[in-house]
T-cell receptor, first 111, second 116 residues
Framework: DAKTTQPPSMDCAEGRAANLPCNHS???????VYWYRQIHSQGPQYIIH???NNETNEMASLIITEDRKSSTLILPHATLRDTAVYYC????????????FGGGTRLMVKP | DAMVIQNPRYQVTQFGKPVTLSCSQT?????MYWYQQKSSQAPKLLFH???????NEADTPDNFQSRRPNTSFCFLDIRSPGLGDAAMYLC???????????????FGPGTRLTVL
């Protein structure tokens, strides 16, 4: 699986959009971009994933650049409960494939 | 609600005393994973089962073993825990067609292991 690079930490004001970047310059054509988050003392939680088109669900939006070398996870209206470590992972989209977690970004949402 | 259950949430064992952590799932997923997460680090895969097929990561110590007696249950056995094995152990599942996200991994809450 390709490696990813994320800033170690970010702050965001409550109610504002949180934009979390991820670089994955060595991504292969069949690898998807996945985002998970881990709230303190809980297991990781799936957020969203995509291949090349932008994706949106009830939790977030995922913007993938045209060359697929980077992406941005957008939490449109961050709340205090969104404080967590956010992991960007690239992987082939098969059921048996593991997740290789990198360092992640620790997002702190402040009042 | 369909879910991944880990019991207990906190486990204390003594140095060298075998310990078993358990995971069960009501999702009927084919794949079950065990991850180890040490303090302030990202989760690291130990091994996974695809149905009954066991897949061990190359750098997982022999001290760690796993059993999957049926689809719903998976166990992590640590034969002789050392102080360095203190960590959060996370169980996850994937597979099936839940919510159209067949390859999403669903994680349990984890078991925090303390070794005295």
């Amino acid at each position: 699986d390709a490696k990813t690079t994320q800033p170690p930490s970010m702050d965001c004001a409550e109610g504002r959009a949180a934009n979390l970047p991820c670089n994955h310059s060595t991504i292969s054509g069949n690898e998807y971009v996945y985002w998970y988050r881990q709230i303190h003392s809980q297991g990781p939680q799936y957020i969203i994933h995509g291949l090349k088109n932008n994706e949106t669900n009830e939790m977030a939006s995922l913007i993938i650049t045209e060359d697929r070398k980077s992406s941005t996870l957008i939490l449109p209206h961050a709340t205090l409960r969104d404080t967590a470590v956010y992991y960007c992972i690239v992987r082939v989209d098969n059921a048996g494939n593991m997740l290789t977690f990198g360092g992640g970004t620790r997002l702190m949402v402040k009042p | 609600d369909a879910m991944v259950i880990q019991n207990p949430r906190y486990q204390v064992t003594q140095f060298g005393k075998p310990v078993t952590l358990s995971c069960s799932q009501t999702l009927n997923h084919n794949v079950m994973y065990w991850y180890q997460q040490k303090s302030s680090q990202a989760p690291k895969l130990l091994f996974h089962y695809y149905d009954k097929d066991f897949n061990n990561e190359a750098d997982t110590p022999d001290n760690f073993q796993s059993r999957r007696p049926n689809t719903s249950f998976c166990f992590l056995d640590i034969r002789s825990p050392g102080l360095g094995d203190a960590a959060m152990y996370l169980c996850a599942t994937s597979g099936g067609s839940t919510s159209g996200r067949a390859n999403e991994q669903f994680f349990g809450p984890g078991t925090r292991l303390t070794v005295l």
